[in-house]
């Protein structure tokens, strides 16, 4: 099977790939900024393999995609002491062998790079990526591969967490999408600031793109949060939750 491990800023994820089904399974993830990461690696990747049968030795490939270098080498030395196996660690030069290219491969970050790879392998159109992660991040590529541009929010949780943090009455709420845009209480007032005012931004940002590069897009969106805004279900063309763990598979592959 193939391993796949992706340490955004708030969580390092880890999925498997069954090579026979050609399917992703076995999610599970780790805070990546915990105070005591070392350890939660060493003990909660073993103890997931031990409750769901999987021997390290089922492992034949692991990939690795990082946009938080200062735990790189902890991960990798797990991986090698546990696995038996080196990861891949995708990097500026891993881009050079893709169908895919960047104007700043040096800038670009890892994992907007598998989004673009597994998203312009499925579809080989005009299209712009839309993450939801830490960062609201939007992806511009054209139908031949080539990245126009990028733009980057702060993304829902990290609103909604300044928010809090930076208020000393307003409680911290679920990213829940309410069913009215007019706050009856504190709680509600949040949600419909929050989640109809990303709407507004998501189709406001996407709207602007296609006016400056005067063409229509594929829309994909993926992350964590991709089906919170469920008024964007009509925007997307797909919500792919694996469109990063897969991009990662491929870049891995290219580069094997």
């Known amino acids: 099977m193939f391993l796949a491990i992706d340490a955004g800023n708030s969580n390092v994820v880890f999925a498997l ?62 991986c090698e002491n546990y696995f038996g196996t080196q990861p891949y660690l995708i990097s500026p030069a891993s881009f050079k062998k893709l169908p895919i290219k960047s104007l700043r491969p040096n800038e670009i970050g890892t994992d907007l790079m598998c989004n673009v790879m597994a998203a312009h392998t499925k579809y080989r159109k005009a299209l712009i990526v839309v993450d939801f992660g830490t960062a609201l991040t939007f992806t511009v590529v054209d139908d031949k591969g080539e990245i126009i541009g990028v733009n980057i929010v702060p993304g829902l949780k990290t609103a909604l967490n300044s928010l809090f943090q930076n208020t000393s009455k307003l409680p ?45 897009f ?39």
């Open 17 to 78: 790939y069954d090579e026979k089904n050609e399917s992703w399974k076995n999610h599970f993830r780790i805070e990546t900024h915990a105070a005591k990461f070392a350890a939660q690696l060493h003990k909660k990747v073993p103890m997931y393999f031990l409750e769901h049968g999987i021997s390290p030795s089922d492992i034949n490939q692991i990939g690795f995609s990082s946009v938080v270098p200062e735990i790189n080498e902890q991960v990798l030395q797990f």
């Open 172 to 216: 911290e709420v679920a990213l829940k999408m309410p069913e009215s845009a007019l706050g009856q209480n504190t709680i509600h007032a949040i949600q419909a600031g929050i989640l109809y005012g990303y709407t507004g931004l998501v189709k406001g940002m996407l709207e602007a793109i296609e006016n400056e590069t005067k063409q229509k």
């Open 218 to 256: 594929q829309v994909i969106a993926t992350g964590g949060l991709s089906s919170v805004l469920t008024p964007l279900a009509e925007v997307f063309e797909e919500i792919d939750r694996n469109l990063t763990l897969e991009g990662l598979r491929l870049i891995t592959e290219a580069n094997s």
